[in-house]
């Protein structure tokens, strides 16, 4: 093992997608995964494959097209699992099953109800199972944080035996301290006989905020494997966040001996990709990647960036992948000057179409506001269409006036076929969607509706979010323009593509869990 190499494996696909409302279908998962490949991610848990036929496609799709990165498929220490794991990996150039079983007396006794012997002799013939399939075998002990040190050790001893290559110690419940985490993963390398053959990790849960603390601690305590997520998505309060991991370890090589093969460039974009599918805005004051992580307000602040921009900046804003002269492009903008800020942003059109679109698209915002920023580049950039939509925008007409209802006129093409509807509602959105459901007729419920400036500036560019759902499924919209109410428009309108595709929300069949 080189120990100067910490291990990246992001699970946004996995433990990411768990966030209430963050499903992602096939062609959103695949646009993640090329883009964490991208961002040279070393690993990528593409998905659970035994909980739904859709996971298995993602995971199965994903093996396809990724040959950069290891792909992962998760499963409980159950036959049928591990074999339905194997068989999704099965075009994998680099497959990995991870499988687990909890170690934790409250998880042993209330929910798996099996003897610490039990769980140690499952664990074992699980490895064995999935070693028939590939040789690179990760384990988790579930809840390891609270499980007891020397019953822990026990299992992982006979895990590294029965041909585990990597040992993964989860803080399931973000229950731990950094000191007390760090200290777990000194005590179990140190106890356990046979752990230099092993590599170790660390899958942390961010339900006291500490998730990084806690991966960062176990590094410094040797572990060489951090197991994170795009934006820290994740169940319950989510984990710890792969562009913090990185950035903590890049910027403070002074304290790790260790780094990353991350291509830190590509995280901005990556992380706005995965905000714009799962409908999950970033927080303006998230460290490395929120809008305000390089921004400075403060007349002192300011004064010493201009003297000197080490004095408030720990990192450039260029090593995440944005550009510090944010002013440049505008409507007279040409495209061999559009060409070179893609490249000086690491954006890379996969070919002369998807350059042309993006150019086309860079025109007709330009020509709406003055000013072009970087991150209205990166949103551009990220709001590319994934599949062929049934449903496309054409017009809109929205009157509002003192003391009276809100009237909307909207027109679709559905299938090529231009249909119109008027309706009015409580405000100028609620207007715009009462005419558009009436054409649709989705029966479809709003859960969630955002919006967001993506700039500065009364020309900026909205970003509206929005969540629906029908039937147990639910669907992701995204939409950005100058105009609010078109921007959502567009994000119903997206949203509304993804449900028209699934057939399983457009019958009246429950999906089961």
Do not use: W
């Not at 990165?69 to 099953?97: G, H």
């Amino acid at each position: 093992m080189n120990d100067k190499n910490l291990i990246i494996f992001d699970t946004t696909l996995r433990d990411g997608e768990q966030s209430p409302g963050a499903s992602m279908d096939v062609n959103e998962k695949m646009k993640i995964a090329i883009a964490l490949e991208e961002l040279n991610v070393d690993i990528i848990e593409a998905g659970f494959p035994i909980a739904s036929a859709g996971d298995f496609k993602s995971v199965q799709e994903i093996s396809k097209i990724i040959t950069g990165s290891s792909i992962c498929a998760l499963a409980r220490a159950l036959d049928k699992d591990i074999s339905t794991a194997a068989e999704s990996l099965r075009d994998a150039k680099f497959p990995r099953i991870h499988t687990f079983i909890a170690t934790s007396p409250i998880h042993m006794e209330k929910k798996l109800k099996m003897t610490p012997g039990k769980v140690l002799s499952t664990a074992v013939a699980a490895i064995e199972l999935a070693k028939t399939f590939t040789d690179d075998i990760e384990f988790s002990p579930e809840d390891a944080g609270r499980s007891e040190l020397k019953f822990l050790c026990e299992v992982i001893e006979a895990a590294i035996n029965a041909g585990a290559k990597t040992i993964n110690i989860p803080d399931t419940v973000g229950y731990n301290l950094p000191h007390q985490f760090g200290e777990l993963i000194k005590n179990i390398i140190s106890n356990v006989s046979n752990s230099d053959k092993a590599i170790f990790s660390v899958h942390c849960h961010n339900d006291l905020g500490l998730a990084v603390g806690n991966s960062l601690s176990a590094v410094l305590n040797g572990a060489r494997q951090v197991e994170c997520t795009i934006n820290g998505l994740g169940e319950r309060a989510g984990n710890a966040a792969l562009e913090e991991i990185v950035m903590t370890v890049r910027t403070r090589q002074d304290v790790f001996k260790c780094d990353t093969s991350i291509n830190s460039k590509k995280i901005l974009k990556c992380s706005r990709l995965v905000s714009s599918i799962t409908g999950f805005p970033v927080q303006p004051n998230k460290a490395i990647v929120g809008k305000n992580a390089f921004a400075h307000e403060s007349g002192i602040h300011q004064d010493g960036i201009i003297k000197s921009r080490e004095t408030y900046e720990i990192m450039r804003a260029e090593d995440i992948g944005l550009a510090s002269n944010s002013l440049v492009l505008g409507k007279h903008s040409g495209r061999n000057a559009f060409k070179q800020k893609l490249i000086d942003l690491n954006i890379m059109p996969k070919d002369d179409i998807a350059f042309d679109d993006l150019f086309y698209r860079f025109k007709d915002l330009a020509d709406k506001k003055h000013e072009i920023f970087d991150e209205d580049l990166i949103n551009l950039s990220s709001n590319v269409k994934v599949s062929v939509n049934l449903i496309n925008f054409n017009y809109m007409n929205i009157v509002t006036e003192t003391n009276k209802k809100p009237h909307a006129h909207v027109k679709l093409s559905i299938n090529g076929i231009l249909e119109e509807a008027k309706a009015t509602g409580d405000g100028a959105v609620d207007a715009a969607y009462n005419a558009i459901e009436s054409i649709v007729k989705s029966g479809c419920k709003l859960t969630l509706y955002s919006v967001n400036n993506i700039t500065s500036g009364t020309d900026a560019q909205g970003e509206v979010t929005v969540r629906i759902t029908k039937n147990n499924s639910v669907f992701n919209g995204h939409g950005a323009d100058t105009d609010i109410v078109k921007a959502s428009i567009l994000a119903l309108v997206n949203a509304l593509n993804k449900f028209k595709e699934n057939p399983e929300a457009n019958s009246s069949k429950k999906r089961g869990i």
